[in-house]
Every structure is written in structure tokens, then in C-alpha cells.
Nanobody
């Protein structure tokens, strides 16, 4: 089982930036594929971004493309979500997750394909 700990959430004005971090530990992958999801109040959890274990592929939801970037520090087993030009509709709890098939991950955006989840970090964007 992988343990995931997110950090970096907070309150920001529209147009501002935040960087979320998520550190993975526990399962002995040399490198992790990792993803970010978010859940706004009253809505279902939705895919935001993900990155393959070897960093060769990134996948970004259309709703955040051009504003959010995902990256990874493999030495630290940490994934980052850089969020720029934030909008009030980006307000949500953001979760990081590791796919069940780590080395076989090919970009699925289904939360059922992710087996380990962090506790979430709140991002609030004020207008």
C-alpha cells in the first residue's frame, strides 16, 4: 500500500497561483506514476492531471490545460501540481493518487484505476 501526503492548498485570489505537492511512500516502486483529481462541493470527483512513472507522458484535463502543469521529483517520490491563472471554479479538494497499474499506466482518467489516495488538500479561489 502506498501512503500519500498532500500539501500546498490554501486560499488565493482569482488569477493567482498555487503549487500542490504530494509525497509517496510505502510501496517499493522505483518510480511512481501519479495523478491529481479534485472534488468541488456537490460534484463528483474529476480527473485533473497525471504523469507516467518515467515522466515521458503527461495527461491534462481540458478544463485546466494551459493553466496547470504536473511534474515529478523522482528522488523525492513527490508529484507537483502547479496551478496558475486560478479561477473560482477551481475551488475544490484536490487529491493525489497512484494508479493500481503503476508501470502499466497509460493515461486513464478513471478514478477506479487509481488504488491509493491521499487525504486531500483544500484549494479555495476567491473572486
Amino acid at each position: 500500500q502506498v501512503q500519500l501526503v498532500e500539501s500546498g492548498g490554501g486560499l488565493v485570489q482569482a488569477g493567482g497561483s498555487l503549487r500542490l505537492s504530494c509525497a509517496a511512500s510505502g510501496r517499493t516502486f522505483s518510480r511512481y506514476a501519479m495523478g491529481w483529481f479534485r472534488q468541488a462541493p456537490g460534484k463528483e470527483r474529476e480527473f485533473v492531471a497525471s504523469i507516467s512513472w518515467n515522466d515521458r507522458s503527461t495527461y491534462i484535463a481540458d478544463s485546466v490545460k494551459g493553466r496547470f502543469t504536473i511534474s515529478k521529483d523522482n528522488a523525492k517520490n513527490t508529484v507537483y501540481l502547479q496551478m496558475n491563472s486560478l479561477k473560482p471554479e477551481d475551488t475544490a479538494v484536490y487529491y493525489c493518487a497512484v494508479p493500481t497499474s503503476n508501470y502499466g499506466y497509460t493515461g486513464s482518467r478513471e478514478e477506479t484505476d487509481f488504488g491509493s489516495w491521499g487525504q486531500g488538500t483544500q484549494v479555495t479561489v476567491s473572486s
